[in-house]
């Protein structure tokens, strides 16, 4: 009996573009990071005061080593911040960082140059114009840390802190998922975990902008992205000493399911949320009628 053909690269064959979705870019909504190179350099620059130390007198021995402290503790506190503000930024709706990580860093600056151009016998003027210079130049390299909460007009703050919690066990699971993936050591796949991460966040994005839509994503947040991590976990320890090509193939189709689910789910929230908004325009419109007001 003849059979009709049907491949991959066949129009409406089987694993054809018909089939599912096309994989979504693993770099889709992500954007370069702000603690590069730039934050690097702040770990640097101090060292050389370490090699004045120990050329110094005890006095100033202790200025400097407390300076280089002071220092480094003010380039950590500057990647912590720009951190904070890129998840901040991140979010449609994001409360302000509770600690103004960036802001203690251009004052600890300040303060770490005191001490460094600090000279008993030479007076206050040239630490004090140091301070000043270096709390100013790395607030303008860097900027403050913000100070008002995003998106939060009108909504249930007990319900965005419920969203808030899910999303951040949400988010420790993906990041045990990307750690366990690069336990297979394959490029392709690590890429693979990267377009599923992407599709997750998309929801993450939606209930955060509606905390209503908690309870239907609830599973996915939570039971589903638990069951990925684990079945990641279990994969990459199976391929990384056998790299069946079975394997592999089970483990993709897990993670195209997972996506077209996770995707689906979306837009059903994004469905629902147009619905209530017809709802609230249709009701807003009667009562107007009621009023006497016509269109």
């Known amino acids: 009996m003849a059979q009709r053909y049907g491949g991959k690269f066949s129009p409406q064959g089987t694993g054809g573009p018909k089939d599912a979705p096309p994989p979504k870019n693993p770099f889709h909504g992500k954007t370069r990071t702000r603690a590069g190179g730039r934050v690097n350099f702040l770990f640097i620059a101090p060292f050389p005061l370490l090699f004045s130390a120990f050329a110094s007198e005890p006095v100033g021995l202790a200025l400097d080593l407390a300076a280089f402290g002071v220092l480094i503790l003010a380039a950590w506190l500057t990647r912590e911040g720009l951190k904070a503000q ?8 994001a409360r302000r960082p509770a600690i103004p990580r ?57 319900q965005q802190d419920r ?13 045990a998922m990307k750690d366990a993936i690069l336990r297979a050591g394959d490029r392709k796949l690590e890429a693979r975990v990267d377009a599923f991460q992407a599709t997750a966040r998309e929801m993450f994005r939606t209930v955060e902008q ?18 990925a991590r684990d079945a990641t976990a279990k994969f990459a320890d199976i391929y990384s000493r056998t790299r069946d090509a079975g394997v592999r193939a089970d483990y993709e189709a897990l993670l195209t399911d997972l996506e077209q689910n996770f995707a689906a789910r979306t837009n059903s929230l994004l469905l629902d949320d147009r619905s209530d908004l017809d709802v609230e325009i249709e009701v807003l419109r009667e009562r107007l009628q009621r009023e006497g007001v016509r269109s």
């Open 86 to 93: 890129e998840a901040y930024e991140a979010r449609r709706v």
């Open 102 to 158: 960036k802001i203690f860093a251009s004052v600890l600056t300040g303060a770490g140059l005191f001490l460094a151009g600090f000279a008993p016998e030479a007076g206050l003027l040239n630490p004090v114009i140091f301070a000043v210079l270096g709390t100013v130049l790395h607030s303008f390299a860097f900027g403050l840390d913000p100070l008002s909460d995003k998106g939060m007009e009108g909504v249930d703050t007990f």
């Open 163 to 175: 969203v808030a919690h899910a999303v951040d066990e949400a988010e420790k699971h993906l990041a």
């Open 210 to 227: 509606d905390p209503r839509d908690l309870t239907a994503a609830r599973k996915y947040l939570g039971v589903y992205l638990l069951g």
